[in-house]
């Protein structure tokens, strides 16, 4: 189970903004690998992955985006809030099946 | 560029049928697994189903089980969701989506299907 704190982030533009994903169990891949993600969804939009394995930005993404990890507690942070980040943010993960966040709405 | 199109979805009735298909381009479809991911109105993202890169293995969510079936045409680049006993918490945008790295890295625009009398 992955549990997304907060659900509702009311921030202002130009101040950082952070989402926490807490996963019930640990996530290490039998790989080696951590498949955590980060999804951004737009209203009226698919979402769009922003991260993954914990840290590694999707082309594109503005490097004031950043993700990390401590055990299995995940963070997305946004350094300075612009307009085009509102919407809401999934984590998912993708090592024991596929299993998503309950999202975290950032609004303005 | 990597382009997923979903199409079929409408309104049905309770215990009812459909068929999703997902169009794939701009990518070597018959190299990847493919999944089915859908949305309730106004809820959360739930992963419904996936298939392996030649279909010979399925997966689903246990919502679902036994009345979704998962399967591709590799010659067609084409997913398809089949769908039976439709329920109303079936309501949704179903979206197709490719894996890679552990996630999804390309979603289509989704369709609606709605279950309603």
């Known amino acids: 189970v992955l549990t997304q704190s907060p659900l509702s982030l009311p921030v202002t533009l130009g101040q950082p903004a952070s989402i926490s994903c807490r996963s019930s169990?640990?996530?290490?891949?039998?790989?080696?690998?951590?498949?955590l993600n980060w999804f951004h969804q737009r209203p009226g939009q698919s979402p769009r992955r922003l991260i993954y394995?914990?840290?590694t930005r999707e082309s594109g993404v503005p490097d004031r985006i950043s993700g990390s990890a401590s055990g299995t507690d995940f963070t997305l942070k946004i350094s300075r809030v612009e307009a085009e980040d509102v919407g809401v943010y999934y984590c998912?993960?993708?090592?024991?099946?596929?299993?998503f966040g309950q999202g975290t709405k950032l609004e303005i | 560029e990597v382009q997923l199109v979903e199409s079929g979805g409408g309104l049905v009735q309770p215990g009812g049928s459909l068929r999703l298909s997902c169009a794939a381009s701009?990518?070597?479809?018959?190299?990847?697994?493919m999944h089915w991911v859908r949305q309730a109105p106004g809820k959360g993202l739930m992963w419904v189903a996936r298939?392996?890169?030649?279909?010979?293995?399925?997966s689903y969510a246990e919502s679902v089980k036994g009345r979704v079936t998962i399967s591709r045409d590799n010659a067609k680049n084409t997913l398809y969701l089949e769908m039976s006993s439709l329920r109303g918490d079936d309501t949704a945008v179903y979206y197709c989506?490719?894996?890679?790295?552990?996630?999804?890295?390309?979603w289509g625009q989704g369709t609606l299907v709605t279950v309603s009398s």
């Open positions: 298939i392996s890169s030649d279909g010979g293995s399925t």
């Open positions: 998912m993960q993708g090592t024991r099946g596929y299993t």
């Open positions: 169990q640990s996530l290490v891949h039998s790989d080696g690998n951590i498949y």
């Open positions: 394995k914990i840290s």
């Open positions: 989506a490719r894996p890679l790295n552990g996630g999804f890295d390309s």
């Open positions: 701009g990518f070597s479809f018959r190299s990847y697994y």
